[in-house]
């Protein structure tokens, strides 16, 4: 494996929405990073089973978003545009069924292109089921099968981006976040997380290279989001979500570094940093996806995204139309400014009115911000291997805290102070090797996992 030792940009500067890099060509003649934000649907069905005697209403379902998304894009005068088809359980589970709306999907795309010249681009991202027992089989059992032979299907049933928001080490993460315990965080992003990256999009890339395809990306949902939600409800303090931000980075640079090109996902606020390590362009997710969850980064999150996305919704009937064409719209008139602030040379005071509205309200929001992510990306591109740079990303985010607290950039509460405090101890005492860090959580977190399943020798 090579792992990326410089950054794809000079300067923080440089960053922005829109351009990247290596733009990413895909789809029906459709561009992304070149200089121009474009939207990206996710839409969802309405709470309904989904089973053999469902599964016509289910098609039924995302041929009329299909369609609706595509209308409503041409009415606002939008001629690009991408789709995402996010699988749930029951659509990986069933590679078929995955199939088969990858397939519908695309033909509608297909028409509208050939009737009105609408260009757009497929996202289809697999669920990852591996986790519905635990301990899971993560790479020997049958659900590892199915996911791989959905993407398989998938591919050639016309999904034109391949993603995925892998879940390799949540079985330590869930434990340990709950417990506050950074070094079960650490092993379960540091070393099983990363591990499990690798392993799948070694297998991912080269099904993208057969198919002639994108491999697009991953996201640290599981553990990032997950901790955003848990401090969004007051079960967790804000600084430590913070810090499992920036230490997720890594895990997800892993996939770019085993063949993924972009566009990154959605829901992966990570996507900067890999943007300035990489160079590929990324979704982002922050105000319009309010449909999907709230979050403190509605606006800094489009500081330098390429894609602009929902997260997703479900088919529901709104006074202004149905949700996916809603929510279209909203993304549409978001993307037409950006790119009406390019075409005006403002692009830079924009993002920057993005970055100031947000930064100093959450430390979560301090990672978004494209100097703090250019520092982190070079701290993490300084070292050599997974463990090393997530122990870095930690400890940079400590020390980032600890810096805007003091010079009163952000205002945080005592006991988020305490805790911040408290967590600067931890992680400079965490272990540079991992095999100590093995020995530190073996009793409490040894039996949640197959060590087997990682390529661990345990």
């Known amino acids: 494996m090579d792992h990326f030792r410089s950054l794809a940009y000079e300067s923080a500067d440089e960053v922005t929405f829109g351009l990247s890099p290596h733009p990413v060509r895909s789809g029906l003649d459709v561009e992304i990073g070149s200089g121009e934000v474009l939207p990206e649907v996710d839409f969802t069905l309405p709470p309904m089973l989904i089973k053999s005697e469902t599964w016509p209403e289910v098609q039924r379902q995302y041929r009329e978003s299909t369609t609706r998304v595509l209308a409503r894009a041409q009415q606002l005068k939008c001629n690009v545009i991408g789709l995402e088809v996010e699988h749930l359980f029951e659509m990986t589970t069933n590679p078929e069924w995955g199939a088969a709306l990858t397939q519908q999907v695309k033909a509608i795309m297909k028409a509208a292109y050939e009737r009105n010249g609408m260009r757009s681009t497929l996202r289809v991202t697999v669920a990852d089921i591996r986790l519905r027992d635990r301990p899971a089989k993560m790479r020997t059992g049958t659900a590892c099968e199915q996911v791989l032979r959905s993407f398989d299907m998938c591919a050639t049933s016309g999904a034109d981006t391949l993603s995925i928001e892998s879940t390799g080490g949540k079985e330590v993460f869930d434990e340990a976040i709950l417990r506050a315990d950074l070094p079960g965080i650490m092993y ?271």
């Open 188 to 458: 379960s992003l540091g070393i099983l997380a990363c591990r499990d990256v690798r392993f799948l999009w070694r297998r991912i890339a080269q099904i993208a290279k057969e198919h002639h395809v994108v491999a697009g990306g991953d996201t640290a949902c599981a553990f990032g989001n997950t901790a955003m939600q848990l401090a969004h409800q007051n079960y967790i303090p804000h600084v430590l979500a913070a810090l499992i931000r920036a230490a997720s980075a890594p895990r997800t640079l892993c996939a770019f570094e085993e063949g993924a090109t972009g566009p990154g996902k959605d829901c992966a606020y990570e996507n900067p940093v890999i943007k300035i390590i990489a160079g590929v362009p990324i979704a982002m997710e922050g105000k319009s996806a309010a449909c999907a969850h709230s979050s403190p980064l509605g606006n800094i999150s489009a500081a330098a995204c390429d894609l602009w996305t929902n997260e997703s919704v479900q088919n529901v009937h709104l006074l202004g139309g149905s949700a996916p064409e809603v929510f279209t719209e909203l993304l549409i008139y978001d993307c037409r400014l950006m790119n009406a602030a390019r075409k005006l040379e403002s692009a830079k005071q924009l993002g920057k009115l993005f970055v100031e509205s947000d930064r100093n309200l959450d430390p979560q929001a301090l990672f978004l911000d494209p100097e703090i992510c250019f520092s982190l990306a070079k701290q993490i591109t300084a070292e050599t291997d997974d463990y090393s740079r997530t122990l870095a990303a930690a400890r940079f985010a400590c020390s980032t805290m600890m810096n805007a607290v003091n010079t009163n950039t952000i205002a945080l509460e005592d006991r988020e102070r305490k805790w911040l405090i408290k967590m600067q101890r931890e992680v400079d005492s965490l272990p540079e090797d991992e095999d100590e860090l093995w020995s530190q959580v073996r009793d409490k977190y040894g039996r949640f996992f197959f060590a087997g399943e990682y390529g661990l020798d345990r």
